[in-house]
C-alpha cells in the first residue's frame, strides 16, 4: 500500500550519541527514499535521500541505509547535537510525483 | 534564493467563513503541492499542479476545498466554508521534475 511505517515515535538520546529511526513500507515499485526534518515552526526540509539503485548514503553525521529486498530504510544520526532535536519523516516517492510520509519521530537531543 | 512563500503564517477563523492561503513557489519549479499536517493524519497531499495544471486531486477532503494555480509563480487553496476539523497547518511545496521538494514554512489554520 501507499503507507509507511515509522518508528520509533519518540527518541530521547544523550548529546553525543547515536540516534536510529526505521521506516518500512510494503510497496516494491518505490524507488526514491527522503529523509525530512522539521523544526518547530517550520516546513519540512529534506536532509537526505537515497534511491533504490544505492544501499547506503552519507553526508557528514547523517547516513541512510535501505534494504529493498526486506522494503525498510533507516537513518542514523552519529554525535548528536542539541540542534539535531526535531522531528524527522520518512517518505517514499511512488506514482512518479507523491511521496508518502511516515508518521515522524520526534528526537531529542539531552544536553 | 527566497525559498517557497507562504501567506498568511497564521491565520484565524471563525466557522462558515471563507479562507484563502496563498503560495509563491520558487521560480523555475514547474510542479507545486499542497499538503495538510496534522497531528492525527500526519502530512498529507491535498492536490499536485504540473506546469499549472491541476494532475492529481483526490486528496482534497470535499467540495469545500478548490485550489488553482492561474500562472507559474501563485497558487491559492481555499476553503469555502471552513470548519472546525479543518485546523491544520497547510504547506505550500515546489520542486522542478522529480528534485528535491521544497517546503514553504506553512499556514497555521484556526477555524473556531
Known amino acids: 500500500g501507499e503507507n509507511v511505517e515509522q518508528h520509533p515515535s519518540t527518541l530521547s538520546v544523550q548529546e553525543g550519541d547515536s540516534a536510529v529511526i526505521k521506516c518500512t513500507y510494503s510497496?516494491?515499485?518505490?524507488?526514491?527514499f527522503p529523509w525530512y526534518k522539521q523544526e518547530l515552526g517550520k516546513g519540512p526540509q529534506l536532509i537526505i535521500d537515497?534511491?533504490?539503485?544505492?544501499g547506503e548514503k552519507k553526508d557528514q553525521r547523517i547516513a541512510v541505509t535501505l534494504n529493498k529486498t526486506a522494503k525498510h530504510f533507516s537513518l542514523h544520526i552519529t554525535e548528536t547535537q542539541p540542534e539535531d532535536s526535531a522531528v524527522y519523516f520518512c517518505?517514499?516517492?511512488?506514482?512518479?510525483?507523491?511521496?508518502?510520509f511516515g508518521a515522524g519521530t520526534t528526537v531529542t537531543v539531552r544536553a | 534564493d527566497a525559498g517557497v512563500i507562504q501567506s498568511p503564517r497564521h491565520e484565524v477563523t471563525e466557522m462558515g467563513q471563507e479562507v484563502t492561503l496563498r503560495c509563491k513557489p520558487i521560480?523555475?519549479?514547474?510542479?507545486l503541492f499542497w499538503y495538510r499536517q496534522t497531528m492525527m493524519r500526519g502530512l498529507e497531499l491535498l492536490i499536485y499542479?504540473?506546469?499549472?495544471?491541476?494532475?492529481?486531486d483526490s486528496g482534497m477532503p470535499e467540495d469545500r476545498f478548490s485550489a488553482k494555480m492561474p500562472n507559474a509563480s501563485f497558487s491559492t487553496l481555499k476553503i469555502q466554508p471552513s470548519e472546525p476539523r479543518d485546523s491544520a497547518v497547510y504547506f505550500c511545496?515546489?520542486?522542478?521534475?522529480?528534485?528535491?521538494?521544497?517546503f514553504g514554512e506553512g499556514s497555521r489554520l484556526t477555524v473556531l
Open positions: 517518505a517514499r516517492r511512488f506514482d512518479d510525483y507523491k511521496l508518502s
Open positions: 510497496d516494491s515499485a518505490s524507488n526514491y
Open positions: 537515497i534511491r533504490s539503485n544505492v
Open positions: 521560480s523555475g519549479h514547474n510542479s
Open positions: 499542479f504540473n506546469n499549472n495544471v491541476p494532475i492529481d
Open positions: 511545496a515546489s520542486n522542478l521534475g522529480p528534485g528535491e521538494l521544497f
